[in-house]
C-alpha cells in the first residue's frame, strides 16, 4: 500500500495476557519509529530502528515491552504480561531516513481490562 | 511528559474567526514539526520549520518558528468547520536523539458553522 498499515486496529486484552502489534511501513522506507499515544496526550516515543538495527529504546517504559525488525521491513512491537495502564494507542511511523519527515499509521487500540 | 508545552489546549470558534496555536520549550530543537490528527486516525504532517525566524504560509495556515528555535506559532485565518481537529506540534531530535519527535500535548479545534 501507500501508507504506514498497522494492524490490528482494535486490541482488547485481558489483564496479564501478551500482545503483538505489527506494523508495515512505507516501502523502502529505512527508519521505523514507534509512538504510545495516552487519552488526551500528544505521541510519546517508545522506540527506534534504522533498517534492522533498534538505534534507540529508551523510551520503551518497561521490560515487558519488546519490538523488532528483523529483515528491516515490518516491525512488531510485543506487549508482555499486559496491564491497564498499556492501554493507548500505539502509533507506527517510518521516514525515507532519520532526519525526513515521519508518516504515521492510523494506529492500534489497545484496551486491557 | 510532555518536551513542549501547547496553548490553549482546548479551542472553539465560530467559522470566519481567527485563531493562533502556541508551542513552547526550553530545548532547541533542529527542526520542528506541526501535524493535524483526526479521531482514529494517525497524525498528517501539515509542515516543517527549519531556521530560526522562518514563516510557512498554507494557504489560510500560517507557520512561524521562533529565533531561538524553541517555540512556533500557528495562525488560522477565517477558519472553516472542515479545520476542526487535534494539532500537534512536535520537535525533532539532536545528536543522540536525532529522528525522535518530541509532541505536544495538541491543540483540540472545533470550528462550529
Known amino acids: 500500500g501507500a501508507g504506514v498499515s498497522q494492524s490490528p486496529r482494535y486490541k482488547v486484552a485481558k489483564r496479564g495476557q501478551d500482545v503483538a502489534l505489527r506494523c508495515d511501513p512505507i516501502?523502502?522506507?529505512?527508519?521505523l519509529f514507534w509512538y504510545q499515544q495516552a487519552l488526551g496526550q500528544g505521541p510519546e516515543f517508545l522506540t527506534y530502528?534504522?533498517?534492522?538495527?533498534?538505534?534507540?529504546k529508551s523510551g520503551l517504559p518497561s521490560d515487558r515491552f519488546f519490538a523488532e525488525r528483523p529483515e528491516g521491513s515490518v516491525s512488531t512491537l510485543k506487549i508482555q504480561r499486559t496491564q491497564q495502564e498499556d492501554s493507548a494507542v500505539y502509533l507506527c511511523?517510518?521516514?525515507?531516513?532519520?532526519?525526513?519527515?515521519?508518516?504515521f499509521g492510523d494506529g492500534t487500540r489497545l484496551s486491557i481490562l | 511528559t510532555q518536551l513542549l508545552e501547547q496553548s490553549p489546549q482546548f479551542l472553539s470558534i465560530q467559522e470566519g474567526e481567527n485563531l493562533t496555536v502556541y508551542c513552547n520549550s526550553s530545548?532547541?530543537?533542529?527542526?520542528l514539526q506541526w501535524y493535524r490528527q483526526e479521531p482514529g486516525e494517525g497524525p498528517v504532517l501539515l509542515v516543517t520549520?527549519?531556521?530560526?525566524?522562518e514563516v510557512k504560509k498554507l494557504k489560510r495556515l500560517t507557520f512561524q518558528f521562533g529565533d531561538a528555535r524553541k517555540d512556533s506559532s500557528l495562525h488560522i485565518t477565517a477558519a472553516q468547520p472542515g479545520d476542526t481537529g487535534l494539532y500537534l506540534c512536535?520537535?525533532?531530535?539532536?545528536?543522540?536523539?536525532?529522528?525522535?519527535?518530541?509532541f505536544g500535548r495538541g491543540t483540540q479545534l472545533t470550528v462550529w458553522p
Open positions: 511511523a517510518s521516514s525515507l531516513v532519520e532526519e525526513q519527515p515521519q508518516h
Open positions: 516501502s523502502g522506507h529505512v527508519s
Open positions: 530502528f534504522q533498517n534492522e538495527a533498534q538505534l534507540d
Open positions: 530545548s532547541v530543537f533542529s527542526s
Open positions: 520549520v527549519v531556521t530560526g525566524g
Open positions: 512536535a520537535g525533532a531530535g539532536r545528536g543522540s536523539t536525532l529522528g525522535r519527535l518530541y
